[in-house]
Nanobody, 122 residues
């Protein structure tokens, strides 16, 4: 079955950096768009970044644009989120997710990892 396992979270100071990784299995690499989603304490899920299944194009939310970079290595079935210039409001559980597409339309994210905690604090 599909499995998504995040790693790399931790405690960092404001202005610091972290690199999150997601190991994917259970489906062929490069067949689905992938995402990072986060959920801060007391808030609902927030989309962070997405990357296309095969052409490498990506996009991120305005709140992280210019600071975060999403990438994937289909040969290794991994998804990465490089986070720089971290701020306190980046504190959240970060999830790796897989897109569900129905008849060419985005229909949600059908698989989520267990999440990895990122805490930005001095």
């Amino acid at each position: 079955e599909v499995q998504l396992v995040e790693s790399g979270g931790g405690l960092v100071q404001p202005g610091g950096s972290l690199r999150l990784s997601c190991a994917a299995s259970g489906f062929p690499a490069g067949t689905y768009d992938m995402n990072w989603v986060r959920q801060a304490p007391g808030k609902g899920p927030e989309w962070v970044c997405s990357i296309h299944k095969d052409d490498g194009t990506s996009d991120c939310a305005d709140s992280v644009k210019g600071r975060f970079t999403i990438s994937r290595d289909n040969a290794k079935s991994t998804l990465t989120l490089q986070m720089n210039s971290l701020r306190a409001d980046d504190t959240a559980v970060y999830y790796c997710t897989k897109d569900l597409v129905v008849n060419g339309y985005f229909a949600g994210m059908d698989y989520w990892g267990q999440g990895t905690q990122v805490t930005v604090s001095s």
